[in-house]
């Protein structure tokens, strides 16, 4: 008998070891990291209109960095982000809602009307895009301080910022930095997509299986 | 004989590796039914020095060893902040012997009406342990946005002439003082102290 209950025992243990051993190796599921709290923030869009990090709450959001003023330095960021805004039905996101945020770098200048001329030019339009500026204060803790992104105003008044695309999961917290050169939309709505398949998976017996993924650091990028 | 060697050092390895599995199989397993995302590994979260009562420095830091849990909100607030406030009272008292594990700090974000000795007297109303500290506007916004918190002063009609908005969640610092959960508003008294012994047991 206690050989048996030994035995088993072992086998448990064995089959445990290799069920865990495989997850860490092989990896079948991949997740974005959590990588640290997004930061808090009230600005204004482009009608006018406050926009909080509260309010983005539950939905899945991309950040940007630009201004107005930019011109042809900014044009492929504005694209990218226009792009990523045309092919957001390509990816499914477990039902949360994306939105898409560009921050004004140039707070002193980007005021509501700026942002909404520019706006117009992009084609965003003010719901899923949303172009923000505010109290230079408050832009300097989040672009800064929040995500982490260097920018300085220089002497010819051109602001000078590394470009960054910065993705934020419905809890509010980061989940991908993307600061080397400009991210492919591909690689955007693959984040997306990742996102997505932790908010299908947020209940039920795949939760686990999800934080598993996070305790073994199964990290996709 | 290095055969041996080999066959007793490859048993200690594999008998490690059943034994950090277990530990894994058991970790996962014992997860229960959570009311806030957890956050596994944790999240770094910041060290801060506000204004308590006595006119001292506190912040997080100052309770490793219990989980603190922070909320943010003001005196004058007419819903929000005292129903959060009065959830974790009753989750405190849930606690029963436990709850000396926890500290709650509450932040007021009005610091203009909220002195800190107010805002610590507020506190003390939900539960005599709780301590409430301020800070100035800088201090409050740096502190705020490095935990995802909000708040914007807006003006209204009426004797209270402004009020502030902000947001509503409510955040765990384990023992290390890393970020482990946040708290939706709407999680209940019961959620919040069964999340607490989950915390505390781990």
Avoid at chain 1, 70 to 94: F, Q, S
Avoid at chain 2, 20 to 43: F, M, Q, S
Wanted: charged letters at 20%; a negative charge.
């Amino acid at each position: 008998m206690k050989r048996k209950v030994l035995t088993g025992s072992l086998l448990a243990m064995g089959a445990l070891l290799v069920g865990v051993s495989f997850f860490a190796i092989a990896q079948p599921l991949t997740v974005l990291p959590r990588m640290a709290l997004a930061p808090g923030f009230v600005l204004t869009d482009q009608h006018g209109e406050r926009l909080t990090n509260e309010d983005l709450r539950g939905k899945l959001v991309v950040y940007t960095l630009a201004y107005t003023g930019c011109g042809e330095a900014c044009a492929p960021i504005n694209r990218t982000m226009a792009e990523l805004a045309a092919r957001l039905d390509e990816v499914d996101t477990g039902g949360a809602p994306v939105r898409l945020v560009t921050i004004s770098v140039d707070p002193e200048r980007d005021t509501p009307a700026a942002l909404r001329s520019a706006a117009e030019g992009l084609g965003a339009d003010g719901q899923v895009w949303r172009l923000a500026s505010g109290d230079p204060a408050m832009v300097r803790q989040v672009v800064g301080g929040g995500f982490e992104v260097f920018y300085e105003a220089r002497d010819d008044g051109t602001i000078r910022f590394d470009p960054a695309f910065v993705v934020v999961d419905g809890w509010g917290i980061t989940r991908a930095r993307n600061r080397v050169g400009l991210p492919d939309v591909e690689l955007l709505l693959d984040q997306l997509r990742l996102l997505g398949n932790e908010v299908r998976a947020s209940t039920g017996v795949a939760r686990f299986a999800y934080e598993a993924a996070h305790l073994f650091s199964c990290y996709a990028y | 004989m290095i055969r041996t060697r080999f066959l007793l050092a490859g048993a200690a390895l594999a008998l490690l590796a059943a034994l950090a599995a277990v530990a894994v199989g058991i970790r996962l397993a014992a997860l229960p039914e959570l009311h806030g995302t957890l956050l596994d590994p944790p999240l770094p979260a910041a060290e801060f020095a506000l204004t308590s009562a006595d006119g001292g420095a506190v912040g997080p830091q100052d309770f490793r060893g219990r989980l603190v849990v922070l909320f943010f909100g003001f005196t004058n607030c007419p819903d929000v902040c005292p129903l959060t406030m009065h959830r974790l009272g009753s989750a405190m008292e849930e606690l029963g012997d436990r709850a000396d594990q926890v500290q709650v700090i509450l932040v007021s974000v009005d610091p203009e009406r909220d002195p800190p000795a107010k805002v610590d007297e507020y506190a003390k109303r939900f539960h005599p342990s709780f301590i409430g500290v301020t800070g100035s506007d800088d201090e409050l916004r740096t502190v705020t946005s490095s935990y995802g918190i909000y708040y914007a002063r807006t003006e209204v009609e009426g004797a209270l002439g402004y009020t502030v908005d902000h947001s509503a969640s409510t955040l765990v610092l384990d023992r290390n003082g890393g970020l482990r959960m946040i708290w939706p508003f709407d999680t209940t008294p019961e959620g919040m102290a069964s999340d607490l012994r989950y915390l505390i047991r781990r």
